[in-house]
């Protein structure tokens, strides 16, 4: 048991490593793709703590929307906006040292506010059998959860047809003028 | 797996049952990721040699060892002593990691699939998703690739790759949805169990669409406009050469294998067959035969499809993706779904029957679907034609 | 943490492993004379004109769009699926209800010709 | 469990701070996206866990945490293409420089 314990703190560290580090570098890379990598290494991490946490389902789902899709979309416009890229141009803009300090402040009290705290932890019995049923979750998300589940459904039909409208509107005012640089 | 643990605890008295696990998950993971990548590349390579020679009308590879079965380490050794050649404005990091994480996310999959009753790395709760989000891997990998080459090839090449494999991600998510509602779980041990009947016979819609799209998402002809030697050199990893390009090739082989292993084990019932089951070593030795025989049929008709049919166009090829496979699956899928809580359906000879007929129903309303907006687009075109006059 | 996930991850190490050594050992073994001309990018035989960042259109941008909402329906309907058999009714609906929006998408896209590659 | 509730919602903490910095500090819109995203991961984190200390026996954690993701992509779609949409007209992505609505 004590192996097991020391185990799942070594890999809680690599993972916290794995997380900060990479949202470090998504926020101070200089290179936008290197930052976008970055950001896949850190949410690789954040699978890795769902594992850990015992939420089984979610770490595939994290992978596959978070690290398969969001952030295949985020490469696309990177590479779609391009201007950006060639220019070493300084990323930071001129107020960065005030939220430097705004955020260490923010996270000064957060720490502060959440070790005071006294969490209502469940107990033991509880602890040791959290319910990770798929059937389960399934079933909540048609029952309790039924009305967030159609509203997403809808959310998701709203931002596409909001993203063809603008791709689609630019294309049309540019015509031909933007499809002459480009490649194929 | 878990007899081996269990015989292992009983056998070595001092082994805590969590040591015994350790040890097998270590020996079974090593060949998977050790033993089973070279076995496979060089059996499948000089399988696939052989079979488009034979129909190329060719003799194919016969000089390295008898009848040339040699012939991939031959490969072997050739690439791992070749030069690599990294181009100047490469970004180096990245460029070394793209190989790396291709053949790290073909090898991962191997962790889900049962290969022999009770064989099986990790039966997780949501192992056909895992295999979907898995394949994900793999377009972050071109990516990569594509974007640190500095060539306008490679980074056409990995945009067409990932257009390609993101398209056809969506057919293989629809097709497994329709297996999870027949089957009941997504767990890949839970719906080899629940193949009385393979579920390509009672779902052959899913089934054809599965295996279309599988051949899309590997990327071999006719769909094999990542690499298209005669447009763009040869697709996102034009710059790499020796043992990164191998990686590349080994990643690739590996992912057919375990493509058509998630074929076999979603329709083909796995490691199913007459004989074949967890109480005996030789039952378990012949569902593992029965799985490699069934895998390597459904490698053999991707060869097949390969010598026969040449490459489509892009605009083709993205239209056969969301204009028909993707409606198609969401047809299937509210057709199952219905069919599945169809009040006559009480029996389990009826669910068969029921989901056989959702299948026959949905191809036939995709065919009445696509023969109208065929004859609304040929009249429309007509009409444009005599506009023109 | 669970056994199947520890597998998972040990198997991750493993694969990480196969390339890395591989590559070592190419790294060892295989020639190394690097030249300007050997090194320079490789399009047409003639030198390379421009950067390798041209400008991509931006349908490719849809497509990657319509996947993403469909990765999410995947997410979304599969423990639906799971969970079927033990589901009333209304839950099939619902799940039907949620399809169709979905398809709503698709037949827009497909209506505003978004999914022709011009 | 070998790591305590403390020690999630510590690295949510950081995890949330380095994307606020993120968001604050970029010139680049879709850099102030990455830090957004950070965030909302950092959010995610402090679900499941309190999901898996508190509530362990309920689902509600997990099924936040997956409309939480589901509501990301949505996100993460529009605001790229208002992103691209931008860079098409304006030719920059700077987000200093795209101040047509201030006014």
Known sequence: MAIEQALQIFVFVILTLMTLGGGLAVVTSRNLFHAALSLILSLAGVVGYYVLLDAGFLAIVQLLIYIGAISILILFSIMLTRGLMTPRQVQRNEQWWIAALVVFLTFVVLIVALWQMVWPIADDEALRTPNVAISQLGEALVGPYAIPFEIISVLLLVALVGAIVLARETENNQGSHAEAGSSE | MEALIRWLVDTFPPLSEALARLIVYVLYSGVLAFVAPVLIVVAYTYMERKVLARIQDRVGPNRAGPLGVLQGFADAVKMLTKEDVTPACADRVVFNLAPVLATVAAILVFAVLPVAPGVIGADLQAGVLYVVAIGALGEVAALMAGWSSDNKFALLGAFRAVAQLIAYEIPIVLAILAVVLAAGSMQLGAIVAAQDIPFALVLPVAFLVLLVASIAEIGRSPFDLLEAESEIVAGYHVEYSGMKFAFFFIGEYMHLFASAGVITTLFLGGWRGPLASSDSLLGVLLGFIYFVVKTTAVIWIMMWVRGTLFRIRIDHLLDFAWKFLVPLGLILVVAVAVALKLPAVNSPALRWIALLGANVIAALLMMIVISLLARRSRSAALRAVAGAD | ?118 | MAIPLSWWLTVAAALFAIGLYGVLSRRNAIGVLLGIELMLNAANINLVAFWRFITPQALTGQVFAIFVIGIAAAEAAAGLAIIISAYRRRRTVVVDELDTMRW
């Open chain 3, 1 to 118: 943490m669970s056994s199947e996930f520890a597998f998972v991850g040990i198997l991750a190490v493993f694969a990480t492993l196969l390339p890395v050594a591989g590559l070592a050992v190419a790294w060892l073994v295989r020639p190394k004379k690097p030249n300007p001309i050997k090194q320079s990018t490789y399009e047409c035989g003639i030198e390379t004109r421009g950067e390798a960042w041209v400008q991509f259109r931006a349908c490719y941008y849809v497509f990657a769009l319509l996947f993403v909402v469909f990765d999410v329906e995947a997410a979304f309907l599969l423990p639906w699926a799971v969970a079927y058999n033990q589901l009333a009714l209304y839950a099939v609906v619902e799940a039907v209800i949620f399809v169709a929006i979905l398809a709503l998408a698709l037949v827009y896209a497909w209506r505003k010709d978004a999914l022709r590659w011009t």
